[in-house]
Structures are given as structure tokens and as C-alpha cells.
């Protein structure tokens, strides 16, 4: 399967755990995204990559959400001292890179990982 | 305030009649609009994408079209099938404006198609 993969696909912790979410993007793709999305809504933007850096971060994204793709491929979300709020669908998506700074390609989602923190 | 706004009800409609989804934006003006399709419990499929000076773009039995004036975008699909049951979501490119890389989404339709 050479689509985006994501592990674990189904986590549930105690308020105050800490997790960690990987991402394997399809591998030629650059640019990995992290999302999150809850019920009835979107996925809002989460973190951004370009190979190992990472570009741009949303105010969502507290300082207890860190994310990490240290050699340009696979990717880790964690999250520390989980909130019941934290309770969401995490999505990662890759695409390809493009000419100039625009998000033009479609974008390949993975199946996501379900968070629930009782 | 910066708003992508899609039909929070569910649209239901007729074995093969066409479904139509409307994707409404302010403040905002996207290079691109994409749509995407998710079914439950899964990620977001991409289905098309149109840049803001193309006015309707087609694919199969799917057409969009995206009018920069309205603020607008249209998705239909042709002679629906249960198995477009799904929910379809709107995704704009606000690099220009913002300088973010990332899409930014509707909150998606729910298409329900009836046998």
C-alpha cells in the first residue's frame, strides 16, 4: 500500500497521559500536514512541514502538542498531559511540492487516529 | 470575520437525480478551491480542484464551478448513486492571503442518496 498510513488508529488514554501519533506519508511527498477534526466539523489545520523543517504552526497548536519529522519522512504528533478537549480524529496528509508557496496539489490523506481522553 | 460556510443539513435526494452542494466564502480570496469526499471514519478523499480563473471544471459525472464574485463554489453530481452517500467537503487555498500552506475547510455536507 503505497497511500499515507497512520498508527495507532485508535487510542484511548486517561485525562493527563501523554501520546504520540506517527505518520507515514506517501514517500516522494515533501510536504506533511497535521490536522484534527472533530465531530460534525472539518479538519482544521494543525502543523505544517517541508522535508524536516516545520514551516508554520496554528494557534491550536498549544505547547503541549508537539510534532517532529526528523529525517523528512515519517512524522510523530504528541501530546502531553491530554485534556478531555484533546478528544478528536488527527489526520496527516501529504502532497508533493509545487511551484511557488501555494497548496496547490490535492493533498492524500491518511485514515486518521481517534483519540478519546476519559 | 474569515468564514467558509457549506449546508450543515443533510442533502437528500433521488437515485439519479443530480445532487448539488454549495460552498460559500468570505473575506478570503482563494487561488485554489478544492472538494474532497469523506466517508465516516475515514480521511478525506481529493475529488477536484479549480483555480480561481477557471469558471467550471468536470470530471466524470462531478462538475464545479467557482465564481471569484459570489464567493461561491458549486459541486453537483450526475445521475447520483447510493454510493455517493458521503460527506463532501469544501477546502480553500488562502496562501495568498495568509501565507499559510495548509487548506482550509468547510465544515462539509452530508449527501444522503436514496435508492
Known amino acids: 500500500d503505497t497511500g499515507v498510513s497512520q498508527d495507532p488508529r485508535h487510542k484511548i488514554t486517561k485525562r493527563g497521559q501523554n501520546v504520540t501519533f506517527r505518520c507515514d506519508p506517501i514517500s516522494e511527498h515533501n510536504r506533511l500536514y497535521w490536522y484534527r477534526q472533530t465531530l460534525g466539523q472539518g479538519p482544521e489545520f494543525l502543523t505544517y512541514f517541508q522535508n524536516e523543517a516545520q514551516l508554520e504552526k496554528s494557534r491550536l497548536l498549544s505547547d503541549r502538542f508537539s510534532a517532529e519529522r526528523p529525517k523528512g519522512s515519517f512524522s510523530t504528533l504528541e501530546i502531553q498531559r491530554t485534556e478531555q478537549g484533546d478528544s478528536a480524529m488527527y489526520l496527516c496528509a501529504s502532497s508533493p511540492s509545487s511551484v511557488g508557496d501555494s497548496s496547490y496539489n490535492e493533498q492524500f490523506f491518511g485514515p486518521g487516529t481517534r483519540l478519546t481522553v476519559l | 470575520s474569515q468564514k467558509i460556510e457549506q449546508n450543515s443539513e443533510a442533502l437528500n435526494i433521488q437515485e439519479g437525480k443530480t445532487a448539488t452542494l454549495t460552498c460559500n466564502y468570505t473575506n ?74 495548509a487548506l482550509t475547510f468547510g465544515s462539509g455536507t452530508r449527501l444522503q442518496v436514496q435508492p
Open chain 2, 28 to 101: 478570503y480570496s482563494p487561488a485554489y478551491l478544492q472538494w474532497y469526499r469523506q466517508d465516516p471514519g475515514r480521511g478525506p478523499v481529493f475529488l477536484l480542484l479549480i483555480r480561481e480563473n477557471e469558471k467550471e471544471k468536470r470530471k466524470e459525472r462531478l462538475k464545479v464551478t467557482f465564481d471569484t464574485t459570489l464567493k461561491q463554489s458549486l459541486f453537483h453530481i450526475t445521475a447520483s448513486q447510493p454510493a455517493d452517500s458521503a460527506t463532501y467537503l469544501c477546502a480553500l487555498d488562502i496562501s495568498g492571503d495568509t501565507g499559510r500552506r
